[in-house]
């Protein structure tokens, strides 16, 4: 036996209590720092070793003879999807093991940019069904940028009298047309007419889409970049938001669990910015104009015209540029079903990239190696992943039903082979990561779009027609719990089966020949998906929303209420551009509402009337509940820069992986708001 037979073992308790006992918050455990980037190829060379270990061992010695049978046949259909899946890892190892810090680069530009004159930025803010709620904050927060020069367009493809009049009040210009072809890049483009018919000629174009809310230095630090890099067509700041997307908020993991797109924005797209392959994401961008003239303007021929424009951009010379600042905070989507519309859109942009423009192993463009890499394996996730997640709901169950093992092999070599790569990688990606994947909710995410990308995939690469770009409905509220029953259906047939299989499982005259270890890893294995199925299940049942604003937690910011001559010191505890929480230390004489309004002051030039609309008593303190009234315009910029102003109007997670499952799993038996 090599070493790592011996030690496999030892391996997979201590990595797993390590992943499991908080090691992204053990001040023992070093964190691998941007100006440390060396021990990355080290940590993911590792890796790709023992997956290649495991996969020599895995084709040499642990499939059946071939037959051409649906028995014979299953295990080699399964080996295919594995495959995939293993190619997919791989590259992620490459793609992690680089990682970029452009913000000293940033710091650098900054002066150069504040000495030299000024560019010309159009700031867009592309929208066609967005109530004036979402939409408020969003110009709010393009009003307050600090850098000189900036014009402000609200682009509306909805046509509305009512969003030109709040434009004029607001002082931004806004822009309409004829049609809505091209869907939100044919708007730009008209846009960008418009803009040029003024007589103004932007250097540089801001996107924003209509439920995003930039901080005030947002165009400021992507020009810094710009200034530095003149081949950079696309400097894209992540995504970050203030809500909790449908997963976290219906299986109450709101503060606790990452959103989706946390290891995309935090690991993922520096990886590929280290490799030169980062793209645009649609918005929170800048972009050169040249460069977009370049490429003919903004594609209209995919539904994801963000990541063709990146394309287009990188065969024209011109690189896309990540910047790791949380510089802008959006609306997630609110409902379980626009949640999948949303991934169903990029799933099918993405098809119809590689179908008429990109294909990975095509010769028609002039890609690099590494852009096609990582076209080929994003291909791979959206067309593949999705289907290997039922195959692995399915295998168990096919075991009971047949005797039939997709791995032909004994407890011990499992152990030596699959063990050890298995346990360091999700100790290692645990460590890096530092809490933006957590096991258990990937797979519910996946099993939730996995209907959506596997027919955005048979769509966009079989059907040639015109396919209409599917917007995301925001600003949705509502009193009751739903059950979203399309996503809940194909959950509930795969929990049927496993429950199936554990019924078998747990009879011994069910194929009573089989060995008691591979019997006991099925068994395990079914119970895992179960568990799996019964939280995805669980996911679909739609919880209430109340609030049209989120609130934010102030940190007790001090301030004063004042009431006639006399003032009170408060603590605020939580704000938004509709209301605010504020703690006294003393009592009040009533509860309730009241109807006459107060001043809340920050300081002797910020102050605002407030309504109190609920009083109660919160750990020894008076609380009032309060809504702003009669805000001018000049108030509610200083509330989104007081709000979002150094970025921190955002969701954050914590990395109690621990505590998060423990949370999934009661909310299996509270399926009921608080």
Same mark, same amino acid.
């Given at each position: 036996?090599?070493?790592?037979?011996?030690?496999?073992?030892?391996?997979?308790v201590i990595g797993l209590l390590l992943t499991l006992f908080g090691l992204r918050q053990s001040r023992w455990v070093p964190r691998i720092r941007d100006e440390n980037r060396k021990l990355r190829p080290?940590?993911?060379?590792?890796?790709?070793?023992?997956?290649?270990?495991?996969?020599?061992?895995?084709?040499?010695?642990?499939?059946?003879?071939?037959?051409?049978?649906?028995?014979?046949?299953?295990?080699?259909?399964?080996?295919?999807?594995?495959?995939?899946?293993?190619?997919?890892?791989?590259?992620?190892?490459?793609?992690?093991?680089?990682?970029?810090?452009?913000?000293?680069?940033?710091?650098?530009?900054?002066?150069?940019?504040?000495?030299?004159?000024?560019?010309?930025?159009?700031?867009?803010?592309?929208?066609?069904?967005?109530?004036?709620?979402?939409?408020?904050?969003?110009?709010?927060?393009?009003?307050?940028?600090?850098?000189?020069?900036?014009?402000?367009?609200?682009?509306?493809?909805?046509?509305?009298?009512?969003?030109?009049?709040?434009?004029?009040?607001?002082?931004?210009?806004?822009?309409?047309?004829?049609?809505?072809?091209?869907?939100?890049?044919?708007?730009?483009?008209?846009?960008?007419?418009?803009?040029?018919?003024?007589?103004?000629?932007?250097?540089?174009?801001?996107?924003?889409?209509?439920?995003?809310?930039?901080?005030?230095?947002?165009?400021?630090?992507?020009?810094?970049?710009?200034?530095?890099?003149?081949?950079?067509?696309?400097?894209?700041?992540?995504?970050?938001?203030?809500?909790?997307?449908?997963?976290?908020?219906?299986?109450?993991?709101?503060?606790?669990?990452?959103?989706?797109?946390?290891?995309?924005?935090?690991?993922?797209?520096?990886?590929?910015?280290?490799?030169?392959?980062?793209?645009?994401?649609?918005?929170?961008?800048?972009?050169?104009?040249?460069?977009?003239?370049?490429?003919?303007?903004?594609?209209?021929?995919?539904?994801?015209?963000?990541?063709?424009?990146?394309?287009?951009?990188?065969?024209?010379?011109?690189?896309?540029?990540?910047?790791?600042?949380?510089?802008?905070?959006?609306?997630?989507?609110?409902?379980?079903?626009?949640?999948?519309?949303?991934?169903?859109?990029?799933?099918?942009?993405?098809?119809?990239?590689?179908?008429?423009?990109?294909?990975?192993?095509?010769?028609?463009?002039?890609?690099?190696?590494?852009?096609?890499?990582?076209?080929?394996?994003?291909?791979?996730?959206?067309?593949?992943?999705?289907?290997?997640?039922?195959?692995?709901?399915?295998?168990?169950?096919?075991?009971?039903?047949?005797?039939?093992?997709?791995?032909?092999?004994?407890?011990?070599?499992?152990?030596?082979?699959?063990?050890?790569?298995?346990?360091?990688?999700?100790?290692?990606?645990?460590?890096?990561?530092?809490?933006?994947?957590?096991?258990?909710?990937?797979?519910?995410?996946?099993?939730?779009?996995?209907?959506?990308?596997?027919?955005?995939?048979?769509?966009?690469?079989?059907?040639?027609?015109?396919?209409?770009?599917?917007?995301?409905?925001?600003?949705?509220?509502?009193?009751?719990?739903?059950?979203?029953?399309?996503?809940?259906?194909?959950?509930?047939?795969?929990?049927?089966?496993?429950?199936?299989?554990?019924?078998?499982?747990?009879?011994?005259?069910?194929?009573?020949?089989?060995?008691?270890?591979?019997?006991?890893?099925?068994?395990?294995?079914?119970?895992?998906?179960?568990?799996?199925?019964?939280?995805?299940?669980?996911?679909?049942?739609?919880?209430?929303?109340?609030?049209?604003?989120?609130?934010?937690?102030?940190?007790?910011? &001090? @301030?004063?209420? /004042?009431? +006639?001559? #006399?003032? %009170?010191?408060?603590?605020?505890? $939580? !704000?938004? *551009?509709?209301?605010?929480?504020?703690?006294?230390?003393?009592?009040?004489?009533?509860?309730?509402?009241?109807?006459?309004?107060?001043?809340?002051?920050?300081?002797?030039?910020?102050?605002?009337?407030?309504?109190?609309? &609920? @009083?109660?008593? /919160?750990? +020894?303190? #008076?609380? %009032?509940?309060?809504?702003?009234? $009669? !805000?001018? *315009?000049?108030?509610?910029?200083?509330?989104?820069?007081?709000?979002?102003?150094?970025?921190?109007?955002?969701?954050?997670?914590?990395?109690?992986?621990?505590?998060?499952?423990?949370?999934?799993?009661?909310?299996?038996?509270?399926?009921?708001?608080?």
């Amino acid at each position: 036996m090599d070493v790592i037979s011996v030690l496999a073992p030892v391996i997979f308790v201590i990595g797993l209590l390590l992943t499991l006992f908080g090691l992204r918050q053990s001040r023992w455990v070093p964190r691998i720092r941007d100006e440390n980037r060396k021990l990355r190829p080290w940590i993911f060379g590792l890796l790709a070793v023992l997956l290649a270990r495991y996969l020599i061992w895995r084709l040499t010695q642990t499939l059946p003879p071939f037959e051409w049978s649906f028995v014979g046949l299953w295990p080699y259909l399964f080996l295919l999807f594995e495959l995939a899946s293993v190619a997919m890892t791989l590259i992620t190892y490459v793609t992690l093991s680089r990682h970029t810090n452009r913000t000293p680069e940033v710091e650098r530009g900054l002066p150069l940019l504040k000495a030299r004159p000024a560019y010309k930025v159009a700031l867009l803010i592309p929208t066609y069904n967005e109530p004036l709620v979402v939409l408020e904050r969003t110009i709010l927060g393009a009003l307050v940028q600090d850098y000189p020069d900036v014009q402000v367009w609200v682009l509306d493809d909805g046509k509305r009298d009512w969003l030109r009049d709040y434009c004029a009040a607001a002082g931004v210009s806004y822009a309409t047309r004829v049609g809505n072809a091209g869907a939100k890049a044919g708007n730009m483009n008209a846009g960008l007419a418009s803009i040029r018919a003024t007589g103004f000629e932007p250097d540089f174009l801001g996107v924003l889409d209509a439920d995003f809310v930039a901080t005030p230095g947002f165009i400021r630090r992507c020009l810094a970049l710009h200034l530095l890099n003149d081949n950079a067509g696309i400097v894209q700041t992540p995504q970050h938001f203030f809500n909790p997307d449908p997963i976290q908020m219906n299986l109450a993991l709101s503060g606790m669990a990452p959103d989706e797109q946390r290891f995309f924005f935090d690991e993922l797209l520096p990886g590929r910015d280290g490799w030169g392959t980062a793209f645009c994401c649609g918005t929170s961008s800048v972009i050169r104009t040249a460069a977009v003239d370049a490429i003919g303007g903004f594609p209209m021929d995919s539904v994801t015209e963000d990541m063709l424009m990146s394309m287009r951009m990188r065969e024209a010379g011109y690189e896309t540029l990540y910047l790791n600042e949380p510089l802008t905070t959006g609306l997630a989507p609110e409902g379980l079903g626009e949640y999948i519309v949303q991934r169903h859109r990029w799933c099918l942009g993405l098809m119809q990239i590689i179908r008429d423009h990109y294909n990975p192993l095509s010769r028609r463009h002039r890609l690099r190696l590494m852009d096609r890499v990582h076209l080929l394996d994003t291909f791979m996730y959206w067309a593949l992943s999705f289907p290997t997640r039922y195959l692995f709901m399915a295998a168990p169950v096919f075991y009971w039903l047949t005797g039939l093992l997709v791995i032909q092999a004994d407890m011990p070599s499992m152990m030596v082979y699959l063990l050890p790569w298995l346990v360091l990688h999700m100790t290692a990606m645990t460590w890096i990561t530092r809490g933006s994947l957590q096991p258990v909710l990937n797979d519910v995410t996946q099993l939730l779009i996995a209907p959506a990308a596997i027919h955005a995939t048979f769509t966009g690469l079989l059907s040639n027609k015109k396919h209409k770009f599917a917007v995301t409905p925001k600003g949705l509220t509502g009193t009751e719990i739903t059950i979203d029953w399309r996503a809940l259906t194909p959950v509930l047939i795969f929990l049927a089966l496993n429950l199936l299989g554990l019924v078998l499982a747990l009879m011994p005259q069910v194929q009573p020949e089989l060995d008691s270890a591979p019997r006991l890893v099925n068994l395990f294995w079914i119970v895992v998906n179960v568990l799996v199925l019964s939280m995805t299940a669980a996911a679909c049942v739609e919880l209430p929303r109340q609030r049209t604003q989120e609130r934010f937690d102030s940190g007790d910011q &001090r @301030a004063h209420l /004042v009431l +006639g001559s #006399s003032s %009170l010191p408060v603590a605020v505890r $939580d !704000l938004s *551009l509709g209301g605010c929480s504020l703690a006294l230390d003393i009592a009040l004489p009533d509860s309730g509402s009241s109807t006459a309004p107060v001043t809340l002051r920050f300081a002797a030039h910020e102050s605002y009337r407030v309504l109190r609309v &609920r @009083a109660g008593v /919160v750990d +020894g303190r #008076s609380v %009032l509940g309060c809504r702003f009234v $009669d !805000l001018d *315009l000049d108030q509610q910029q200083n509330l989104v820069r007081r709000i979002y102003g150094a970025g921190d109007g955002r969701l954050r997670h914590d990395n109690d992986t621990l505590g998060l499952l423990g949370t999934m799993f009661r909310r299996l038996f509270k399926p009921s708001a608080d």
